[in-house]
């Protein structure tokens, strides 16, 4: 039996969005709208789902939520104080950043299930 986090606590909300993809962590960036992160940005949420017209955007706010990971520092079971990458997803920082509740790391494949 494989333990399955998806949906647990999950809410999202609908954002005017830029030049966002599926899975990227993102900020506020202007009123109703969500945007990408830069490199050690502090994060909302994470896109879930994108317009077909590409304008609007769904973004979980709220429960668990696997995001890919990069840098020198790998996270750990437990909180970690996390900004975004620049890349879509996050890193371990050592100042600036929110904390973090890891349940999962996955450190094959660059994951981590976080609670927003």
Known sequence: MGISYDG???????????????GDVVKVSANGSADVCGAGDSFCGVVRAIARDGKACSVQLGGLVRVPYSGETAPAVGWNLLAADGNGGVSVVTSGGHSYL????????????IML
């Open 102 to 113: 890891a349940v999962e790391v996955d450190t094959t494949g660059k994951t981590m299930t």
């Open 8 to 22: 647990i606590g999950e809410w999202c909300a609908t954002f005017g969005c830029g030049k966002v993809k599926e």
